[in-house]
């Protein structure tokens, strides 16, 4: 979605008025242009407001205007929210990100002198269970790196499964979340000269990080043997009909590595970001280089690992300690 030049056709056919579209529109483009949120962020707050929108002209039997905006009391905003949570399900992460999105579009009303409703500010954000990542231990990430070709499928070509290869180590090798190693094109590729990746992350934000030799060779021995184009601006990683590889395939074989290496269900590929985090952690990486190498805005979030590490550290004492 650009806000900048279209909208979803679900939110431009909501019940409200012109007056409110527009507004919902300015809000959006301020979001892109001034926040910098990403693409996937910024379709689930329209989202979000679509079914605000949708709630409303279903509970007042009316299309919304500004003045039923102006009007609105908590109770309303409760009311949505707890539909929400009764009639779809949906988790209370969910929920704290439409609360934030409803939170945004009145402060943004306000900011317009359009309409001054503090009744949103007063809903109080719904729990989230705290979630700790859950890393592969080191010896089980070197399995990942090295067993590629415990999943090969019957007629694989060799340069798919180097291509797998390549992809895993540069997750667990760099902390990259899969959408940033899939997103890189040719031009993008590290090199011995060139031992540095530029990432472009969440909400736009650049990021350099080195590439450990043992990725750059991977890649090497992958781009030897792709059959695919070598334009610059080509994907770095191809699937096997000559587009973009799809998180899907790497996916799939990180399932099929599970139940070849015995694995847990965590075992994903955004598992080999949060062990990159944790050993980098556990061996004196320093936090707040941590939290670069990741892309993180807030050293809140990289701050998790810190709990991960300390239950690690726990266990491998009552392992080892003599009178544990």
């Known amino acids: 979605m650009n806000a900048r030049n279209t909208m979803n056709p679900d939110v431009l056919a909501i019940p409200v008025s012109k007056q409110i579209l527009e507004l919902i529109k300015g809000f959006l483009r301020h ?3 001034e926040k910098g949120l990403a693409a996937k962020t910024l379709e689930a707050y329209e989202r979000d407001l679509r079914l605000f929108m949708l709630f409303l002209s279903d509970y007042h039997g009316e299309s919304v205007t500004l003045p039923l905006l102006d009007d609105l009391d908590v109770r309303t905003f409760r009311s949505f929210l707890a539909r929400r949570r009764m009639k779809n399900q949906t988790s209370s992460r969910s929920l704290a990100r439409s609360l934030s999105a409803l939170r945004g579009f009145f402060r943004h009303l306000n900011r317009q002198k359009v309409c001054d409703n503090q009744a949103v500010l007063a809903v109080q954000i719904p729990k989230i269970p705290h979630g700790v990542p859950k890393p592969l231990s080191e010896t089980k990430a070197g399995a990942v790196m090295n067993g590629a070709d415990l999943v090969q499928r019957d007629g694989a070509q ?5 291509r797998d290869s390549a992809v895993l180590v540069l997750l667990y090798g ?3 979340r899969i959408s940033e190693a899939l997103n890189l ?3 993008n590729a590290p090199s011995r000269a060139k031992d540095v990746l ?3 992350g969440k909400g736009g934000k650049e990021r350099i990080v080195p590439v450990l030799p043992v990725a750059i060779e991977a890649i090497d021995h992958y781009l030897s043997l792709c059959p695919y184009g070598a334009a610059g601006d080509a994907p770095l990683f191809y699937g096997e ?3 973009r590889l799809s998180p899907r395939i790497i996916q799939l074989v990180m399932q099929r590595l599970r139940g070849a290496l015995g694995l847990p269900d965590t075992a994903t590929p955004h598992a080999l970001r949060h062990s990159f985090a944790t050993h980098l952690l556990g061996n004196g990486g320093d936090l707040r280089e941590i939290q670069e190498l990741l ?3 807030n050293l809140s979030t990289t ?3 810190t709990e991960v590490d300390k239950k690690h550290l726990l266990k491998t004492y009552e392992g080892a300690h003599p009178r544990a």
């Not at 060799?158 to 180097?162: G, S, T």
């Open 31 to 33: 979001l892109e242009t």
């Open 158 to 162: 060799p340069w798919v499964l180097a």
């Open 174 to 176: 760099c902390g990259l």
């Open 185 to 187: 094109n040719r031009e």
């Open 198 to 200: 530029r990432i472009i």
């Open 241 to 243: 009909k000559g587009k």
């Open 295 to 297: 892309g993180h805005a």
């Open 303 to 305: 701050q998790i690992y």
